[in-house]
DNA sequence: ATTTATAATCGTAATATTGCAATATAAAGA
DNA sequence: TCTTTATATTGCAATATTACGATTATAAAT
């Protein structure tokens, strides 16, 4: 398999698992903070700040864009990514929901 | 690869993706919740509600398990599973230290 | 026009994940 | 003891992910 039964959750776990997937690799956190840290734009600074090859740096990118985390524009031969404050803002509403929710007891 | 090159990235960022990387599985969202919702112990039940094999969900319980989120305690021939919820807190800190650090601006 | 810079995409290898059947283990009850 | 119940573990097949080199596409600079 290795395919994850998505028709048996409900499409808010799913989204949910997939926000938090998108997360789960550090590649992506490093470039979520960096391009937060630069006030200005990143393009391909990501390459060299992080390590990763440029074809794997686009490839994190591209997921994080995916969600709508992460905003590209161009300008002129350059790419230039920001965070996408509005969906980051909802995305961590939603994530303290679901931990606020969550928190109960058991046994 | 299939790979991370955990190497190059901070402990803490590698911490963070795992805690991440854990909760993005549709699965593990619902069997949190579902935990949660029963003020009492549940055990094989999940098995039932969620509607993956037995052994799927022993694995999925043994992941959440490893990042501390989930108690496990024996109680005769059942497990009894618990939302750890000291982890739970600090880890939704985190999550928030995370989030309110990289709000900032670019471009 | 040609070259250079930037970034996306393609193809591919290596490894990880998901899911399940089968099996193992261990306690409870007959 | 033998069977049942509950859960963990093992082994495996299918698929996904990570990473990178090579290629492609585009715009800027010469």
Redesign the interface.
């Known amino acids: 398999m290795g395919t994850?039964?998505?028709q048996?959750?409900s499409e808010r776990?799913?989204e949910?698992?997939?926000?938090?997937?998108?997360?789960?690799?550090?590649?992506?956190?490093?470039i979520?903070?960096y391009?937060?840290?630069?006030?200005?734009?990143?393009c391909n600074d990501l390459v060299e700040e992080?390590?990763?090859a440029q074809a794997t740096i686009s490839q994190h990118l591209k997921e994080l864009k995916s969600i709508g985390l992460l905003n590209g524009?161009v300008e002129g031969k350059r790419m230039?990514?920001?965070?996408n404050?509005e969906k980051?803002?909802k995305?961590?509403k939603e994530?303290?929901t679901?931990?606020n929710?969550?928190?109960?007891?058991?046994?």
């Open positions: 994850t039964k998505a048996i959750f776990q799913n949910l698992a997939i926000a938090f997937k998108v997360l789960g690799h550090p590649a992506r956190v490093a979520l903070e391009v937060s840290r630069q006030n200005a734009c990143i992080i390590g990763l524009e230039c990514y920001d965070i404050l980051w803002t995305l961590q994530l303290n679901f931990f929710t969550t928190k109960s007891n058991c046994c």
